[in-house]
């Protein structure tokens, strides 16, 4: 018998394009040099211990097993209860309301259920980076329209002009990562009158909803009648909990999207983790975390843009999220020129302090001399980075 050489068959990648992500190469280098990590978006402090403690109840009283494929029943009604108080929006928990492991889940499984090959999806860049790979993997086309750089505002006519009648659906993205740019009652207004002569379908990335500075109101997809009637919304708790490794998030969308998007759910997650969303449900019951959280980040915004203000980084503004974008373009090194991308090596490398080019949110490199810092982290850690920043 001829010896059997095991060997694994050669693949044609679905997304050739797609490598390590910058966040895990800025993490990775950050840890490996010591720096301290303003670069990917999480927090470096605990969650509310009474939610912990609410997991461990729920796993206690016997919560251990699958939930309803939609979810818990009191995450989606606690979910309803909040999208009407917010955003005067009335969704039923039973048929609009779905728990997702994340945000991430739920914008693939979106896509995924509305988009057919060959359909197209404009994104708006800079944008989050599983946008595009998710467009593709379901054979759709990325049709990337930019923002308006410096400001990070959405252009209403690049944005028209991007609409053919292939166009399947659109994400947005406010509070905007990486740019901290929210998009304000007009926006939502003029994009509300460009969507409704078509049948473009709204993707809404909502995970910053609660971060929203100076006295500012989120703009939510909800409080839009004709964006809500074709969105899908999506919200995270890990963005607003402190509790980004939980990875739960929900969408809210009418009912016949919800039913597409239930038909891939089922057979992508089926259900997500029972424990954490009955804890998450009891702790939506006290609205003040989620309403206090814009004044908790723009204390700690106000708090690293005081620091910045006497280094030659050029800030540009931040309205919400916990990101803070700066120029690197005036500094006195000659580091300034390199790319973005070299430059976080050496800030990372030289300076200590780790952050993420700009140019990695685009599909083409765009390089505009601008990195993120997230400064979602202990007042000790950011003046320890702010420390360190003083030198440039
Ligand atoms: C704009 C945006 N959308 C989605 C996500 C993913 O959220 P989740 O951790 O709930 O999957 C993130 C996380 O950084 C994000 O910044």
Redesign the pocket.
């Known amino acids: 018998m001829a010896t059997l050489i095991p060997s694994t068959p050669a693949l044609t990648s679905r997304l050739p394009n797609v490598g390590t992500t910058i966040f895990t190469v800025m993490s990775t280098l950050a840890t490996e040099v010591g720096a301290v990590n303003l670069g990917q978006?999480?927090p470096d402090f605990n969650c509310d211990p009474a939610l912990v403690d609410a997991v461990t109840h729920a796993m206690q009283a016997g919560h251990n097993q699958y939930p309803p494929m939609p979810g818990v029943p009191a995450l989606r009604q606690a979910m309803a209860a909040k999208m009407q108080a917010l955003y005067g929006l009335r969704s039923d928990a039973a048929t609009e309301i779905t728990v997702t492991?994340?945000?991430?889940?739920?914008?693939l499984t979106a896509i995924l259920a509305v988009v057919h090959p060959g359909d197209e999806v404009i994104v708006l860049e800079p944008?989050?980076d599983?946008y595009v790979p998710n467009i593709e993997l379901a054979g759709g086309v990325a049709v990337r329209v930019p923002l308006t750089p410096g400001s990070f505002r959405p252009d209403f006519d690049l944005i028209r002009a991007a609409l053919t009648p292939r166009t399947r659906a659109l994400i947005i993205?406010s509070p905007?990562?990486p740019s901290g740019q929210v998009w304000s009652d007009a926006d939502m207004l003029q994009l509300q009158e460009l969507l409704a002569p078509t049948d473009v379908l709204l993707i809404s990335?909502e995970?910053?909803e609660h971060m929203v500075f100076d006295g500012q109101q989120h703009q939510s997809a909800a409080r839009f009648p004709g964006l809500a009637a074709r969105a899908f919304i999506?919200s995270?708790?890990?963005?607003t909990y402190h509790v980004?490794g939980w990875?739960?998030?929900t969408v809210v969308a009418p009912v016949p999207l919800t039913a597409e998007f239930r038909k891939v759910h089922q057979f992508n997650v089926f259900t997500v983790n029972t424990p954490m969303q009955h804890a998450l449900a009891a702790h939506m019951a006290d609205p003040a975390p989620y309403l206090q959280l814009s004044a908790f980040y723009q204390r700690k915004r106000d708090l690293f843009r005081e620091g910045l203000a006497s280094t030659r980084f050029t800030l540009l503004p931040g309205q919400g999220?916990y990101f803070q974008c700066v120029g690197i373009g005036d500094l006195a090194v000659p580091e300034r020129d390199l790319p973005e991308a070299d430059f976080c090596q050496w800030l990372t490398r030289e300076i200590g302090v780790a952050a993420i080019p700009l140019s990695a949110f685009y599909g083409n490199g765009f390089d505009q001399k601008v990195i993120r810092f997230c400064f979602a982290k202990k007042d000790d850690t950011l003046h320890s980075a702010l420390q360190r920043l003083a030198r440039l």
């Open positions: 978006g999480f492991a994340g945000a991430t889940q739920a914008i944008c989050y599983s993205n905007h990562n990335d995970v910053y999506i995270s708790f890990g963005k980004t990875k739960v998030g999220t």
